[in-house]
């Protein structure tokens, strides 16, 4: 199993809104990421978790809360969010160590209104 | 100077041909090279890893130049499905960079009938 799942797919809500976002993956990896990207533009990063902790953590506002519960699992909190926020968020893991590579997930296409 | 420098393009190739483009990178002791393909509002996709004895995979081949600190994507026998923006990614060096991979900006083909 290669895949990393996120959900939802799309998101639209208010400046006032509090929403989640999910992240998992089963492929036994240790690292997993969160990623911004605007469109015609590469990704960028948000907050890495390496062992479940965070380790880093690129000046995220924050209105933006990650958490990972579990080697499994990766949330992104959202909470007051501006319009400018509006970006397609992609989730990765990779393992740690040696030939470590990024798998993506589908990502969540957020509008923020 | 950027870290990873992509040529944008568009390439616009006729179906059929072939397209070669690079990515140059400026950390030389940068660990480890993706080319990761990526259509409009999907996530990026593994393509493949860059090894310095260069590797093919069907029709793509990719290459690594350390000393002049570039890698190279080749698609012969381009299909329409090959219509995408290809991203270079690069891992860098061991230490304080850890978990920060780099993104070239991409660079977008267009395969053309």
């Known amino acids: 199993d290669t895949e990393v799942t996120q959900t939802p797919k799309h998101l639209v809500m208010g400046m006032t809104n509090k929403k989640s976002l999910k992240c998992e993956q089963h492929?036994?990896?240790?690292?997993m990421y969160w990623y911004k990207q605007k469109a015609k533009k590469p990704p960028e990063l948000m907050f890495v978790?390496?062992?479940?902790?965070?380790?880093i953590n690129e000046s995220v506002p924050s209105r933006f809360s990650p958490e990972c519960p579990n080697s499994s699992l990766l949330n992104l909190h959202l909470h007051a969010l501006q319009p400018e926020d509006s970006a397609l968020y992609l989730c990765?893991?990779?393992?740690?160590?040696?030939?470590?590579?990024?798998?993506f997930g589908s990502g969540t296409q957020l509008s923020v209104l | 100077r950027k870290e990873v420098e992509q040529d944008p393009g568009p390439f616009n190739v006729p179906e059929g041909a072939t397209v070669a483009f690079n990515c140059t990178y400026s950390?030389?002791?940068?660990?480890?090279f993706f080319w990761y393909r990526q259509d409009c509002r999907k996530e990026p996709k593994l393509l493949m890893s860059?090894?310095?004895s260069g590797n093919e995979d069907g029709r793509f081949t990719a290459q690594l130049n350390r000393a002049s600190q570039y890698i190279s994507l080749l698609i012969r026998d381009s299909k329409l499905s090959d219509s995408a923006t290809y991203l270079c990614?690069?891992?860098?060096?061991?230490?304080?960079?850890?978990?920060?991979?780099?993104f070239g900006a991409g660079t977008q083909v267009v395969v053309t009938p």
């Open positions: 860059v090894y310095s």
């Open positions: 990765a893991s990779s393992q740690q160590g040696g030939n470590e590579k990024l798998f």
């Open positions: 492929m036994g990896h240790r690292a």
């Open positions: 950390n030389s002791a940068s660990q480890s």
């Open positions: 978790y390496s062992y479940e902790k965070l380790s």
């Open positions: 990614v690069v891992k860098p060096a061991p230490g304080d960079s850890w978990g920060k991979f780099q």
